[in-house]
């Protein structure tokens, strides 16, 4: 990822962390602003942008060492997707969607200038029942072409 996202990331952890250890009203609203000032700036680099965002938290505090498209990807987002992660130097990347058109987006991706390096098991945002244990799921594990 490209330093400027990597600032952005710390900066929401950051918003976040201090309204979890906000003492008072103030520090809160102070945490939402900061959250919410980064968030604006974000919302600026277009909507795949902060999709791969979102997708990117998800990816991280479940564990995982690459981004994780868990949900679907309808045919026309596909490439913009794949355009965004270029734009953000995103090199590998995990399809783990169940939904039963994963296949054809998977494809989408291909024609789209990924190349599939291979099936993968990743973590899952869920966890077990009474545990903080990340379930497992199986995904492709594809390559961005620069």
């Known amino acids: 990822m490209n330093t ?19 003492k008072n009203e103030d ?3 102070a ?5 919410k000032a980064v968030w604006d700036e974000l919302k600026e680099l ?19 060492d690459y981004l994780d498209i868990s949900e679907v990807v309808w045919d026309n987002e596909a ?10 130097g995103i090199e590998r990347f995990t399809f783990s969607s169940g939904w039963s058109h994963a296949v054809e987006t998977a494809w989408l ?4 200038g990924c190349t599939l ?7 899952s945002r869920y966890t077990g029942w009474n545990s903080d244990e990340h379930e497992k799921a199986h995904g492709y594990l594809f390559r961005v072409k620069g």
Do not use: H, P, W
Not at 79 to 88: G, T
């Open 4 to 22: 400027t996202k990597r600032t952005r990331r710390y900066s929401i952890r950051d918003a976040k962390n201090a309204y979890d250890i906000a």
């Open 79 to 88: 490439a913009k997707l794949i355009e965004a992660m270029r734009q953000n």
């Open 27 to 29: 520090e809160k609203n």
């Open 117 to 123: 390096e291979g099936l993968v098991e990743i973590n």
């Open 109 to 112: 991706f291909k024609e789209a």
């Open 46 to 64: 277009g909507k795949e942008a902060c999709r791969l965002f979102n997708e990117y938290e998800v990816s991280r505090d479940s564990g995982n």
């Open 31 to 35: 945490a939402r602003s900061a959250y």
